[in-house]
């Protein structure tokens, strides 16, 4: 794989992205060829796709859309060239899985950058309790209690009243958005 990208950065901002977004990529392409063994294929072939076009992408930030556009044209492909198989979806139910595929997709990344942006606004003893709690050391609540001076249930319903907040904050972000829930 050395046809492109065209220099080191490019190279590694494609190797960046791409290990980000994978799983939502393999499961797009799971979605549209239901065999794995020829779902890997389908992901090898279109990430071959990515890397010689990636020197082409305008906005990093369009890495996902551009990426799953790809992954569904490679798909596709692969379902006309692999005509053997019996049992098939029509061309036109697949490409309805796939659309419905891509706005989930849409969705979780929205929803992921509301939730960012809400545990932001959260006052500070409350975004101190849910990166405590879900931070990357996953300690338990006994210990997120201790350490910052409650029992264990004044943190359960601290989280609970948490949680609420932030899903109704996300849910006006994504109404806002246009999102439809």
Known sequence: MSDSPDNMADGEAFVALYTRHQHALRAFVRSLVFNREEADEVLQRASAIMWRQFPELRSRDAFVGWALSIARNTAMNYRRESARCRLRFSDELTELIADESSREQDLHAAQLR????????????????????????????DEVARTIGMNTNALYKALQRTRTALLRCIMAGLMREGYEL
């Open 114 to 141: 509301h939730l960012d942006g809400c545990i932001d606004k959260l006052p500070d003893r409350e975004r101190q309790i849910v990166r405590s709690y879900y931070g990357a050391a996953r300690v338990t609540a």
